[in-house]
């Protein structure tokens, strides 16, 4: 006779559970980047620092991490192109800047830097629109991190506007 509200119990988890799962919609609605605004980012990116005289490399990733563009300037190093993306996928997986992320998180920051596309340096600013993370921008190749964050800087600023206002 023991056994009745044990069961009792354990069928209405088993209903709440089912019931919280079911409200759940089989469809997430999700922002993100298009292809042209990527493009403008990493073209920005490398012409702010092509101004100051630096050759660079830019990679833009979507939300996911994945690249959707990557620009290297004429004589910027091929290996610029993938630490400008591991800056950029830094930023996909801490949601913040790649330098906020090392000043963050310095303890780990050897172990991160093993994590297969990741490395933790300065140069990645996340794209962010409406308070949605859209993407990351990662550059490479100025003489420093800080430099290369702000080239990024300069073409986040360019689309600001259209970022703060998307729908």
Do not use: H
């Not at 600013?125 to 991190?145: F, K």
Request: aromatic share 4%; charged share 20%.
């Amino acid at each position: 006779m023991n056994r009745y509200p044990a069961l009792i119990a354990t069928l209405f988890l088993l209903a709440g559970g089912s019931a919280a799962v079911a409200a759940e919609p089989d469809l997430l609605p999700a922002r993100l980047i298009s292809l042209s605004l990527a493009q403008e980012i990493a073209a920005g990116a490398v012409d702010a620092c092509r101004e100051k005289g630096y050759q660079v490399s830019a990679v833009v990733v979507d939300r996911s991490g994945y690249p959707m563009v990557a620009l290297r300037d004429v004589y910027a190093s091929r290996f610029t192109l993938q630490i400008a993306e591991e800056k950029a996928n830094a930023v996909i997986l801490s949601g913040l800047s790649s330098a906020e992320f090392v000043a963050n998180r310095g303890d780990i920051k050897d172990e991160m830097n093993l994590v297969d596309g990741v490395l933790m340096l300065a140069g990645g600013l996340p794209i962010r629109a409406a308070g949605a993370l859209l993407g990351a921008v990662g550059v490479s190749g100025a003489p420093g991190g800080e430099l290369d964050e702000a080239c990024a800087r300069v073409a986040l600023d360019a689309v600001e506007a259209r970022l703060e206002f998307a729908d």
